[in-house]
């Protein structure tokens, strides 16, 4: 199988263009997921079409709640860290608040956890089951800025595939 993200996704200096990355995405993500029901096969596939296609990323990964921590998940990227306690850093405080959160500057974040040095921005959606909350997708870049509501909104629309896969 072969993906392919359109010209216009690469240049992600505009809502347009990343808007269009998305639109790409979603039936490549509907294509890898479709008939298959394992959250570690899904959600392997979903870190390694995301990490592989969207520019700016040094890190792009799940984390899954195990009573009070996040547990790593899939990913791509350097190693990082395994176990996060709920309410810390920004994986925690969106499973806290049930809601995406965008980080532009990650160092100027209260308690952020710095698993690679090189990051400088972050993105983390909640992944819900059964109405809960059951996870987080994260997205590091080593870019200063590098998210926006834009990025919140389209990796929350790959995250309800997932959901929806994972519900089937």
Request: glycine residues 10%; hydrophobic residues 50%; negative net charge.
């Amino acid at each position: 199988m072969t993906f392919t993200i359109s010209d216009a996704a690469y240049r992600t200096d505009t809502p347009e263009a990343k808007q269009a990355m998305y639109a790409d995405l979603r039936p490549q993500l509907q294509g890898l997921l479709a008939g298959e029901r394992d959250m570690i096969a899904n959600s392997a596939n979903f870190s390694a079409l995301v990490f592989n296609t969207m520019p700016g990323l040094n890190w792009a990964g799940f984390y899954f709640l195990q009573g009070d921590e996040l547990v790593l998940g899939p990913f791509q990227g350097k190693p990082a860290c395994i176990r996060i306690k709920k309410g810390r850093g920004v994986c925690g405080a969106a499973v806290e608040r049930g809601a995406a959160m965008v980080v532009a500057d990650v160092h100027a974040f209260p308690g952020h956890i710095a698993c690679d040095a090189a990051s400088r921005s972050e993105l983390v959606v909640p992944v819900f089951k059964d109405g809960a909350v059951f996870g987080v997708f994260d997205l590091d870049s080593p870019l200063p800025g590098r998210f926006d509501q834009v990025d919140a909104d389209g990796v929350a629309s790959l995250v309800a595939i997932l959901e929806a896969a994972l519900a089937a």
